[in-house]
């Protein structure tokens, strides 16, 4: 993807899913795009699948369906290494953007960029979801299996989830987003519930690795801007990648993030180093026959996830905390993503008993009735 | 029509090769040729497009005239797919089989799309353009890397790795793979091609490097161990840390003096604190013994360092 917005260069709608406000809204965005109507997807979707770049293919085309299971999936995590008890929205499935690292290339069974229309079952499901859950604080996002706001121009989905999730004081809401694509966070009015956060990396390797993202800088000042309109902000190194400089390289993008945006603003930073399912390692190597990221010495994990050995994960935690604890964000709270409790032990200081202890250190005080 | 007559030179339609005659020619032997091959008539000859086992081991052992069916199709696709289908509906073909039938339908003018949506499937490969170049990859392979993989039943992904050497790269890896199993293939393959692309050395030049080279050449090594031993090199340089940390386990168990009838490990790839040990005992007193060697190490100022 171009750093501009994202223009499908055709939408496919679902016959069943004309009719939906959400539907009209997202087609109303995108006058000059051709839209066809489907009985089928999964035709479209096999079909895209037999090509040779079939993810790339994909991400051409923007898909409006109906979700017609769960929106709201407790975060897969991973076993046998500490969880975070998040909760996860599946409103969009798949990016514009182009990561080498990204999951979602081999996770996804479709490759199309594809929207679920039918938000009204999403408030009926949150409402009931919320309501079983009211004695207890939670965290839920959006950017599991998409970026937050990379299609926010089209579907203005964040203005909905922003003053849905203002008046839920138990949960704790989070777009979580590489893009720049701020302009209706902006006009909406902040929630102290609400946390937009920016994926980040070394500029190298948002550079190198993070294709179609704008520069890592632009990011920054994107979330200076949704700061100073009164958000709270995240912060996620994942993944953190070693190469030959990466100190200096986190160091720099880290020192420059916490001169730009005031750390009492930050609800939390996470970290988490390189891992992948072993599916996805042919896929990169065939998608980013340049990338040197994935011949690394890694490991495979209890959870079956290739992962960096040990002592260089270590390493990693050990180095960027204390890059963040030295540039201003001595009181930032800062978990790990996946990671064991050997890890966090040794590299926070502390070891959680379980997800629901993470949970704990990282939900802002809400009230809970 | 008598052997003579049936232009073997003639390969535009053959799909298999590497194979044993044994049982062939023990059917011909035993109940003579039942199913008459298939040829057509092309550049005045009669060629073979369907049957080479059963012609070449009919010309092992001299049975000759034999009963043919010709078939009069001119057009070179639907001739090949006589050959296609006959062998479909009887019996599995192999990843260079595979590799040969996909080449030989590009090249009598089948379309890819075709390919990919209609044949792929029939011969159970994903429907995807990509699996289509990797397998028309294979089919350029060198005459021995295809016996090997048919010989050794390479998996599709040893093979895939193999594509993504040079001809000169799958030269050299030649005498490697062939002592091998199909594990230590893969793993051998994988390691050279990650250590060449980190470091950005041609496969063939870390081949080609002294230790490697000492190896291949040392006469006091099978060439099992020479196979062994160079993935062991491979290995060193593509995991050097973790390398490292298993040598320094071992020396520190030979340090301590671990006797060797009580078993330690550390857990897989040292990625959790955990180390167990394993003893086997017939009675209370060899428990017993085992257990006071156990004391006597862990009274050892060093026997700490194994959790560090």
């Known amino acids: ?266 609800a939390w930073i996470s970290l988490g180093s390189l891992r992948f399912p072993p599916p996805l390692k042919p896929v990169i190597k065939k998608r980013f026959p340049r990338t040197k990221i994935i011949y690394d010495e890694f490991i495979q994990g209890k959870d079956g996830k290739i992962r960096y050995f040990k002592p260089l994960r270590l390493e990693l935690y050990n180095k960027i905390v204390s890059f963040i604890r030295e540039a201003g964000g001595k009181e930032v709270p800062i978990y790990l993503c996946m990671e064991s409790g050997e890890i966090w032990e040794k590299a926070l200081g502390w070891k959680p008993k379980g997800k629901e202890e993470v949970e704990c250190s990282l939900s802002f005080p809400l009230d809970l009735p | 029509m008598s052997l003579n007559q049936i232009f073997l030179e003639n390969e535009r339609f053959r799909i298999s090769y590497y194979f044993s005659l044994e049982r062939m020619i023990l059917s011909l032997k035993s109940v003579g040729l039942i199913n008459p091959p298939l040829v057509c008539f092309r550049d005045n000859h009669f060629i073979l497009v369907s049957g080479w086992k059963r012609v070449l081991a009919c010309r092992e052992i001299s049975l000759s005239p034999i009963p043919v069916q010709v078939s009069e199709e001119e057009d070179e ?126 496969a063939e030049k870390l081949l080609a490097s002294k230790e490697i080279q000492d190896a291949l050449k040392s006469e006091r090594l099978s060439p099992l161990q020479k196979s062994d031993k160079i993935r062991f090199l491979l290995k060193r340089k593509r995991y050097p840390s973790l390398s490292s940390m298993r040598d320094s386990f071992d020396s520190l168990l030979k340090r301590i003096d671990w006797p060797k009838e009580i078993s330690v490990k550390s857990s897989p790839f040292f990625e959790d604190e955990d180390v167990s040990v394993s003893f086997t005992f017939r009675n209370n007193v060899e428990f017993q013994r085992h257990l006071r060697k156990l004391q006597k190490l862990a009274s050892k100022k060093e026997f700490s360092n194994l959790f560090k």
């Open chain 2, 77 to 202: 696709l639907k001739t090949f797919l006589l050959a296609f289908f006959e062998n479909l509906a009887s019996r599995e073909f192999n990843l260079i089989e595979k590799a040969e039938i996909l080449s030989k339908l590009k090249e009598f003018g089948e379309t890819e799309e075709k390919i990919v949506r209609q044949f792929l499937p029939l011969l159970g490969i994903p429907s995807t353009f990509s699996h289509l170049d990797t397998f028309l990859s294979f089919s350029g392979f060198e005459p021995e890397l295809k016996k090997l993989i048919v010989k050794k039943k390479m998996p599709f992904s040893s093979a895939r790795l193999l594509s993504e050497f040079k001809p000169r790269g799958r030269k050299l890896l030649l005498p490697l793979l062939l002592p091998l199993g199909q594990n230590k293939q893969k793993e051998l393959l994988e390691d050279l091609q990650e250590v060449s692309r980190k470091s950005d050395i041609p």
């Open chain 1, 1 to 266: 993807m171009i750093r501009s917005r994202y223009l499908p260069q055709k939408v496919f709608v679902e016959a069943g899913s004309r009719d939906f406000p959400f539907t009209r809204r997202i087609l109303k965005n995108l006058p000059k795009v051709p839209i066809e109507i489907i009985s089928r997807p999964q035709e479209l979707i096999e079909n895209i699948k037999t090509m040779r770049d079939a993810i790339e293919e994909g991400k051409k085309y923007l898909l409006l369906t109906r979700q017609k299971g769960d929106f709201i999936k407790p975060c897969p995590c991973t076993p046998h290494y500490i969880g975070c008890n998040y909760y996860i929205i599946n409103l969009d499935l798949n990016c514009p953007l182009d990561c080498s690292y990204c999951i979602l290339q081999s996770y996804l069974s479709s490759p199309l960029i594809t929207i679920h229309v039918n938000i009204e079952d999403l408030w009926k499901q949150l409402d009931i979801f919320l309501h079983k859950k009211r004695h207890s604080a939670l965290r839920i996002g959006t950017g599991e299996l998409g970026d937050s706001l990379a299609l926010d121009h089209i579907t203005e989905s964040s203005k909905d989830l922003v003053s849905y999730f203002r008046r839920k004081r138990n949960a704790c809401f989070e777009l979580k987003t590489k893009t720049t694509n701020i302009e209706n966070i902006l006009k909406t009015d902040p929630a102290e519930n609400v946390v937009i956060s920016w994926s980040l990396n070394s500029y190298r390797i948002a550079q190198e690795e993070e294709k179609g993202a704008p520069p890592v800088d632009e990011r920054i000042d994107a979330a200076k801007r949704v700061s100073d309109k009164g958000f709270r902000l995240g912060f996620h190194f994942d993944p953190i990648i070693r190469y030959s400089g990466w100190k200096e390289g986190y160091r720099e993008v880290i020192e420059k993030l916490l001169k730009t945006v005031d750390p009492s603003r930050i």
